[in-house]
């Protein structure tokens, strides 16, 4: 298994423009996740979904919009890029049991956003 | 949420054993305690996590205190590859997306 693969690595964005953060697991996780990660800080929830067609708001959702028509993809889009989005990014998944049982999330690289 | 309060850094030193606490006062009684470490430019790993009774696994241990109001990630000897910043998260149930804190930045010396 690969596990949770996120693309770009990097990207340097001009204010204003828009981009997709692609994620995609191949662990058929019903459960996926968008975290930021601004420098010495701790990693911020952005959006997460439970499954292919339902998604919910985290706790820093303004200025990103997310779609999951899949399972295994969830990508993440900016649409007016702004200095304050400049952080790295975090796509994460994880198998939720209707049981309620705990298991391990999975991340991935991180995305390096810039934007000036 | 419930919250959990992690000293800010520790220092260790390579091939002895890392105790690592956090502080739950406010835990509930369904709270889980998940511990993750997240490694200089990657994304998070998990490491263990427990409800009740102390838990082993290959890369740690998990005490937690009788009340549960607390507990320690025990690495029982440190390398350099240890070090990291570890975050230690209350999580209430199976679908409850994780909240990080600002975790506890461990440096391991030589």
């Known amino acids: 298994n690969a596990g949770v693969t996120q693309t770009p690595k990097f990207r340097i964005l001009k204010i204003g423009q828009s981009m997709t953060l692609q994620c995609t697991q191949d662990?058929?996780?019903?459960?996926m996740y968008w975290y930021r990660q601004d420098p010495g800080m701790g990693l911020k929830l952005i959006y997460y979904?439970?499954?292919?067609?339902?998604?919910d708001k985290g706790e820093v959702p303004n200025g990103y919009n997310v779609s999951r028509s899949t399972t295994e993809d969830f990508p993440l889009r900016l649409e007016l890029a702004a200095p304050s989005q400049t952080s790295v990014y975090f796509c994460?998944?994880?198998?939720?049991?209707?049981?309620?049982?705990?298991?391990?999330?999975?991340f991935g690289p991180g995305t390096r956003l810039t934007v000036t | 949420d419930a919250k959990t309060t992690q000293p800010n850094s520790m220092e260790s030193n390579e091939e002895e054993p890392v105790h690592l606490p956090c502080n739950h006062s406010t835990i509930s009684g369904t709270d889980y305690i998940h511990w993750y470490r997240q490694l200089p430019s990657q994304g998070p790993e998990y490491v263990i996590h427990g409800l009740t009774s102390n838990v082993n696994n290959r890369m740690a241990s998990l005490a937690i205190a009788e009340d549960r109001k607390s507990s320690t990630l025990i690495l029982h000897r440190a390398t350099l590859r240890d070090a990291a910043v570890y975050y230690c998260?209350?999580?209430?149930?199976?679908?409850?997306?994780?909240?990080f804190g600002k975790g506890t930045r461990l440096s391991v010396i030589a």
């Open positions: 662990m058929n996780h019903n459960y």
């Open positions: 994460a998944s994880r198998l939720v049991l209707t049981s309620g049982g705990h298991d391990e999330q999975y």
């Open positions: 998260i209350l999580v209430g149930s199976g679908n409850t997306p994780l909240v």
């Open positions: 979904s439970v499954g292919a067609g339902i998604t």
